[in-house]
């Protein structure tokens, strides 16, 4: 079947720009992640919905990141006037249960010039 | 703070050896320990779950253990292959799913 998705693949824009990155999880999991990894570290978890809730966003770094799932399925992270060190890798997970595997998408990688 | 340290240093064994891998974690009692696998431009892989009351886990090549004594878990690969070069991450995780990883080590096996 098929895994996590995520669009785009790359993205580039300019500082002070709005982004929308796209998460499809995998049918059926409720529980949907998002976490940001910049080079040579691990990634650093971000939020979590459990269905349409955000369930947990401490790891939101400030209120410029923003994320929906309004049907429980597909997640959207939005950031607001990025800067430079937004740059990163993007990565959204999901899982069957909460406290079930995470199935990771190949990431989104974000570029502010 | 919470803090889970793996070797930022890239570990090269040769083809057959067994490669240990070690992640060590302060201030924090996790619940469950999770190993993943990445490779470049990927997301990462889930390959093992070891729980707080379980000293051992087993998976083909693969070996965890959790020592919440000395805060420690052992990730073995052995009789290594080239294939199985990669950056390997640890992960805890409390009750609520949320992962807190290290930063990876990465593995280099040569023939």
């Known amino acids: 079947g098929a895994g996590v998705s995520q669009t785009p693949s790359n993205k580039v824009t300019e500082k002070g720009k709005y982004v929308e990155l796209r998460c499809d999880p995998i049918?059926?999991?409720?529980?949907l992640y998002w976490y940001r990894q910049s080079l040579g570290q691990g990634p650093e978890f971000l939020i979590y919905?459990?269905?349409?809730?955000?369930?947990?966003d401490s790891g939101l770094p400030n209120d410029r990141f923003f994320a929906v799932r309004p049907e429980g399925s597909v997640s959207t992270l939005k950031i607001q006037r990025t800067e430079r060190g937004d740059s990163a890798v993007y990565l959204c997970?999901?899982?069957?249960?909460?406290?079930?595997?995470?199935?990771f998408g190949p990431g989104t990688r974000l570029t502010v010039l | 703070s919470q803090k889970i340290e793996q070797n930022s240093e890239a570990l090269n064994i040769q083809e057959g050896k067994t490669a240990t891998l070690t992640c060590n974690y302060t201030?924090?009692?996790?619940?469950?320990l999770q190993w993943y696998r990445q490779d470049p431009g990927r997301g990462p892989v889930f390959l093992l779950l070891?729980?707080?009351?379980?000293k051992e886990k087993r998976k083909e090549r693969l070996k965890v253990t959790f020592d919440t004594t000395l805060k420690q878990s052992l990730f073995h690969i052995t009789a290594s292959q080239p294939a199985d070069s990669a950056t390997y991450l640890c992960?805890?995780?409390?009750?609520?799913?949320?992962?807190?990883f290290g930063q990876g080590t990465t593995l280099q096996v040569k023939p």
């Open positions: 997970a999901s899982s069957s249960l909460e406290l079930d595997t995470q199935y």
């Open positions: 049918s059926g999991h409720t529980a």
């Open positions: 919905f459990q269905g349409t809730g955000a369930a947990d």
């Open positions: 201030n924090y009692s996790p619940a469950y």
């Open positions: 070891i729980r707080e009351n379980e």
């Open positions: 992960a805890f995780s409390s009750n609520t799913g949320k992962l807190i």
